[in-house]
């Protein structure tokens, strides 16, 4: 499975540089997401804008797995990028509705920053009472 990483200090993105998530590639995925979360990273946000297509809706529930460590890490997990043809598959299988999904990578990051800035607006609320 050809990927990349980048790693910030606050999320990490995970990039599929593969035209098709299929059963060979999604499991590999999901072990990445499980990796970085065990790094410490509760933000990832997962670009799929080079994935034009799916073998089949149930690969796209490793999408799932990276949410839910996240959500258990108190973070966000962030798909961007999705092409009509997954959108289209993410929404037949109701995939959609657990996923924070966003347009462009910029619109993640903005994502990230404000719930990082929530986060500790109030956790210093939470201190003073």
Do not use: W
């Not at 990039?15 to 499991?27: I, Q, V, W, Y």
């Not at 347009?103 to 607006?121: Q, R, T, V, W």
């Amino acid at each position: 499975m050809k990927f990349s990483v980048d790693k910030h200090e606050k999320y990490v993105v995970l990039r599929l540089d593969e035209a098709c998530l299929t059963t060979e590639n999604a499991p590999r995925l999901k072990s990445e997401f499980i990796l970085l979360n065990a790094e410490g990273y509760c933000n990832i946000v997962l670009d799929l804008s080079v994935v034009s297509s799916c073998d089949d809706s149930q690969d796209l529930s490793c999408l799932l797995v990276g949410d839910r460590l996240c959500k258990k890490a108190n973070g966000l997990f962030i798909v961007t990028g999705i092409t009509k043809c997954i959108r289209a598959l993410l929404e037949m299988s109701s995939i959609d509705q657990s996923l924070n999904i966003v347009n462009k990578l910029d619109e993640a990051e903005d994502l990230i920053f404000m719930e990082e800035i929530e986060k500790e607006l109030l956790g210093s609320f939470d201190q003073e009472i």
